[in-house]
């Protein structure tokens, strides 16, 4: 009895691994495990993917991560204190790199680190800080050096797909991508001046992207990203890049004079009520000798002086070089714009009267 029951086991076993055999065949062929099947079916990438791939690839390269050195006396003796910052190589053969000023504050060793490993040092050739851009220059460059193309900021459109290639927290050309979120805003620089036309996006910018390239899906520059928005000093998908034709407008007069020339015509102005009032004339400036008036006077009455307000019969000035201007910040932004130019014309009023003046700005 034994022996047929062992018997009719083996038979059992023998027909069970027969019948799972059979299971695993599919029109007599074998079922590919999933992980070939995967292994080898790659989904397409799209045209946007591509195209950030493809810059990504190309420009990658010309980010350098920019370190900075300075030593300040605290009770105990100097303390060395460092910083980080982002940087776009713009000129191969010179090379050059532009940057924010914000980043080279205060220090006194520069250097730059290469995609290479390289660390070299560099001068700093001229820096505008009202609109936080610094041009750093490479004492000996080498020679296989990748430089980003120059866009057009002037052409940009809410909701365009941007790059952004930095060093953010010292991890060296990192991507991030997003949109144009806005245009035109303006910004307060560490200076104090408004920077205005900036561009605003999403793509993710942390401490450690300042200075470094906005670029379009091409790989062109379009900005340099150089502040965000945010609560605890990260990314809150608020972004803000100066836009890279004010850059175009600054290098020229970074590599001539070391800074950028601006019209000056020896005015205080404060933004009123009534407009834009002129606080104060400086003697012998231009404003003066076209006969701009100040609301401010000062008398001296023994060892002291006195200041007196004399709105009513102060100039507001309306207009720079037919342009509109009702308050300090698009005043400051219309001389700006009117960069070298032998005379500008200022439109002021008195009570009532309006009068246009030709006046020579001087340029410092």
Known sequence: MNKRLFIFCLLLIAYISYTLGQSNLIDNK?????????????????????????????????????????????????????????????????????????????????????????????????????????????????????????????????????????NPFGLERTLTTGIISSLGRSIRAESGRMIQQI?????SINPGNSGGPLLDAAGRMIGVNTAIISPTGQSAGIGFAIPVNQVKNAIPQLIRYGKVLRPRIGVMVADHRAGLLVLNVQDGSPAEKAGIKGARKVYRQGPFLRVIDDIANADFIVAVNDKKVNSKSEFLDALDTAQMQQQIKIKVRSGRTERELELAPVYE
């Open 30 to 166: 074998p079922i590919t495990p999933a992980i070939a099947q995967n292994s080898q079916t790659l989904a397409p990438r799209t045209t946007d993917e591509q195209s950030v791939i493809d810059a990504y690839k190309k420009y990658n390269e010309a980010v350098v991560n920019i370190s900075t050195r300075a030593e300040r006396m605290d009770i105990f003796g100097p303390v060395a204190s460092e910083g980080a910052g982002s940087g776009a190589i713009i000129d191969s053969e010179k090379g050059y790199v532009i940057t924010n000023f914000h980043v080279l504050e205060g220090a006194e060793q520069v250097s730059v680190s290469l995609a290479s490993g390289e660390v070299t040092e560099v001068k700093v050739i001229g820096a505008d800080p009202d609109n936080d851009l610094a041009l750093l220059q490479m004492l000996n460059p080498p020679k296989d050096l990748q430089a980003i193309p120059l866009g057009d900021s002037a052409a940009l459109e809410v909701g365009q797909r941007v790059i952004a290639i930095g």
């Open 199 to 203: 561009i605003q996006t999403d793509a």
